[in-house]
């Protein structure tokens, strides 16, 4: 069966099983200290449009009149990074190492989560640092913002206690997701289309 335009059957299905995987968004989150780390997704989630929780990690959400796969994923330094694998990785979209603000003892290990990202994750894989606070009077760690300026990743603070900036931290990374999809898909050829070659004639 074929539409008007001479596209096959088996085509629309295959562009359509690409479509869907592109919406799968995964979010990673690791640090030796996540302390927070729930209340910042229990938050972000909070003004999203969830339409199923299937487990701890994975939510059906409506975004933009569309259905997203949303995975997040965290760890923190006490498995001693044993859960760090490939697989962890695989169709990350982002990975944010997490730290506390007003506790500089948990942006010490920075460079080692880094390395382990770097050892694991594909090089497209954005990496981000994540400051948490609980207390607005809280100051920046100096140490989380020198290792960021050195190594090129950017440095995000977030107050875990403000619902609509903990949700504008997962839609902007979903929003950020779904534009790298689109730009990374390749254009079908329609049915009677043909590659355009040269030839060189010595």
Not at 16 to 23: D, V
Request: hydrophobic share 35%; charged share 30%.
């Amino acid at each position: 069966m074929t539409n008007d335009e001479g596209t096959s059957f088996d085509e629309m299905i295959s562009t359509t099983s690409e479509e869907l995987r592109s919406r799968n968004v995964k979010i990673i989150l690791l640090g030796d200290d996540l302390e927070g780390v729930n209340e910042l997704i229990k938050n972000g989630l909070a003004r999203l449009l969830i339409k199923e929780k299937l487990d701890e990690e994975n939510y059906r959400i409506q975004h933009e009149g569309e259905e997203i796969m949303l995975t997040i994923s965290y760890t923190d330094g006490k498995e001693k990074m044993e859960p760090l694998t490939t697989m962890l990785f695989k169709s990350a979209n982002v990975v944010f190492i997490v730290y506390q603000i007003g506790h500089p003892e948990t942006a010490e290990h920075l460079s080692s989560w880094l390395k382990e990202i770097d050892r694991y994750a594909e090089n497209s894989v954005p990496r981000k640092l994540l400051g948490l606070k609980s207390n607005k009077a809280l100051t920046e760690v100096n140490y989380a913002k020198q290792f960021a300026e050195e190594n090129l990743v950017k440095n995000e603070v977030l107050d875990i206690n403000d619902p609509t900036l903990c949700s504008q931290l997962f839609i902007k990374e979903i929003d950020n997701a779904l534009i790298d999809s689109v730009q990374s898909k390749p254009i079908p050829l329609k049915k009677n289309e043909k590659k355009s070659c040269c030839c060189l004639i010595m």
